[in-house]
C-alpha cells in the first residue's frame, strides 16, 4: 500500500475510523485539535457521528453511552481537557467498558503552555480518576505507529472489555511523516453484554458500577484486577536498540525516544556502549525487561519531558540494582541530543 504524507492527529483519526469507529466526540484544544477537525469532516461522509460536545466532560459520557452500546467510540483531547474527562474515564473502568482516549501532551500543570510533554505520565499509568483501576497505554514514537496504535488500542480494549488511552506527546501530534495506513475493517461488535435492546430473546443487560454491598464491590474489583494480571502477562510491548552488548541503558518514549537514539548513536561513535528500550505500552509497563537488564548494565538512563516521573516505574522495575538518574526537559522544551550524550557520558565515568 503506498504511503501518505499526514499529520499525526490525523493519522489517529483515520486509523480510528479504518479501525472501526465511528462515532467520535471532542473539543478542541492545541495540540490535538487536528483530530477533531479530521473527524468533523471525515464522519459525516462515512455515516458516523462527530459531535462537539460543549465540555470535556460532556464527549467522555457520552463515549460512555456509545461504548454501553457495544461500538467503538472515540474521544480525545490534550492535558486539561483530560484531566476533566477523568471522572468519567473512572466510570468507563468501573462498569467494564472498552472505549479509546486520546491525549495529545501539551506543558502543564494548570494551563501551561500549547508545547509538547510527557507530563500526564502519573494521570495516564496510575489512575487519574478515583477507585482501583488501569487503562491500558500506548505512547507512539513516530506518525506510522500513531495509526498503527490506534487500532491496537481499539482491539485490546475490546479484547480485555477495558479503556484503553493513546499517550502521545504533542511533537507526535503535530510532525507531518509518511504512514500507510491500515486497511479499514468492516467492525461488527459480539458483545453479549451490551444494552442494546432485549428484543424478548434475552435477560436485560445492566452496564452499572453501583455496587452498595462492600462484599460485592470487592469482589467485582478482585474480579477485575485478574483480568488486569492477564493484561500485564500477555500484551506488554517495548522496542531494544543496541541493548544486547550496552553498559548504559536509556529508558525514553515518544519523542524523548527519537532524540535518544540519536544521541546513543554517537555515544557508539565515542566508544560508549549505550542501548534504548523504550516502552510501548507505558501499562503494562516493561518491568520485565528492565529488570532483565540491570543484571548487566551500569545504570539507567530516564529521558522525559516531565519532573521525572516514568524514573519511578524504572526503578520499581530494577529493585535498586543499579543507579538511576533523569535527563529531562520541561515547559514544553525537549531535551537534546546533546543533553542526553551529556548524561550518558557522566554515567559512563561514575557520575550518578
Same mark, same amino acid.
Given at each position: 500500500m503506498a504511503k501518505v504524507l499526514m499529520k499525526g492527529n490525523e493519522a489517529i483519526a483515520e486509523a480510528a475510523i479504518r479501525a472501526g469507529c465511528?462515532? $467520535?466526540?471532542?473539543? #478542541? =484544544?492545541? #495540540?490535538?485539535?487536528?483530530?477533531?477537525? +479530521?473527524?468533523?469532516k471525515r464522519m459525516p461522509k462515512i455515516g458516523g457521528t462527530f459531535l462537539q460536545a460543549e465540555s470535556e466532560i460532556s464527549a467522555v459520557n457520552m463515549v460512555y453511552g456509545v461504548a454501553s452500546a457495544g461500538l467503538r467510540a472515540m474521544t480525545s483531547s490534550s492535558s486539561p481537557g483530560v484531566s476533566l474527562k477523568q471522572e468519567g474515564i473512572s466510570y468507563l473502568a468501573g462498569c467494564d467498558l472498552p472505549a479509546l482516549i486520546v491525549n495529545v501532551q501539551r506543558g502543564g500543570p494548570g494551563l501551561g503552555g500549547i508545547q509538547p510533554s510527557q507530563s *500526564? $505520565?502519573?494521570?495516564?499509568?496510575k489512575g487519574g480518576g478515583h477507585g482501583d $483501576?488501569?487503562?491500558? /497505554?500506548?505512547? #507512539?514514537?513516530? /506518525?506510522?505507529?500513531?495509526?498503527?496504535?490506534? /487500532?491496537?488500542?481499539?482491539?485490546?480494549a475490546d479484547k480485555y472489555r477495558m479503556p484503553a488511552m493513546l499517550l502521545a506527546d504533542g511533537t507526535m501530534g503535530q510532525m507531518m511523516e509518511p504512514v500507510e495506513l491500515p486497511e479499514p475493517a468492516e467492525y461488527k461488535p459480539d458483545k453479549p453484554w451490551t444494552v442494546t435492546g432485549t428484543e424478548n430473546r434475552r435477560e436485560h443487560n445492566i452496564v452499572n458500577s453501583l +455496587?452498595?454491598?462492600?462484599?460485592?464491590?470487592?469482589?467485582?474489583?478482585?474480579?477485575? +484486577?485478574?483480568? $488486569?494480571?492477564?493484561?500485564?502477562?500477555?500484551?506488554?510491548?517495548?522496542?531494544? +536498540?543496541?541493548? *544486547? *552488548?550496552?553498559?548504559?541503558?536509556?529508558?525514553?518514549? %515518544?519523542?524523548?525516544?527519537?532524540?535518544?537514539k540519536n544521541a546513543i548513536t554517537e555515544a557508539r561513535k565515542r566508544g560508549i556502549k549505550a542501548g534504548l528500550i523504550r516502552p =510501548?505500552?507505558?501499562?503494562?509497563?516493561?518491568? %520485565? /525487561?528492565?529488570?532483565?537488564t540491570a543484571d548487566k548494565v551500569k545504570g539507567f538512563i530516564s529521558v522525559e519531558l516531565s519532573m521525572g516521573q516514568m524514573i519511578e516505574d524504572i526503578r520499581l522495575a530494577e529493585e535498586c540494582k543499579k543507579p538511576v538518574t533523569l535527563c529531562s526537559r520541561v515547559g514544553g522544551m525537549i531535551p537534546s541530543p546533546e543533553e542526553v550524550l551529556n548524561a550518558i557520558i557522566k554515567m559512563e565515568g561514575g557520575e550518578n
Open positions: 465511528r462515532h $467520535y466526540f471532542g473539543y #478542541p =484544544i492545541t #495540540p490535538q485539535t487536528e483530530v477533531a477537525a +479530521y473527524m468533523s *500526564d $505520565y502519573f494521570q495516564a499509568t $483501576y488501569h487503562l491500558i /497505554v500506548l505512547a #507512539p514514537a513516530s /506518525v506510522q505507529e500513531m495509526a498503527d496504535l490506534t /487500532v491496537k488500542a481499539f482491539d485490546l +455496587y452498595l454491598v462492600p462484599e460485592q464491590l470487592e469482589q467485582k474489583n478482585l474480579e477485575r +484486577y485478574e483480568k $488486569y494480571a492477564s493484561v500485564e502477562k500477555n500484551e506488554v510491548m517495548y522496542e531494544e +536498540y543496541m541493548t *544486547d *552488548d550496552a553498559d548504559i541503558c536509556v529508558v525514553a518514549f %515518544g519523542i524523548a525516544a527519537r532524540v535518544s =510501548i505500552t507505558l501499562w503494562p509497563f516493561p518491568s %520485565g /525487561v528492565i529488570r532483565k
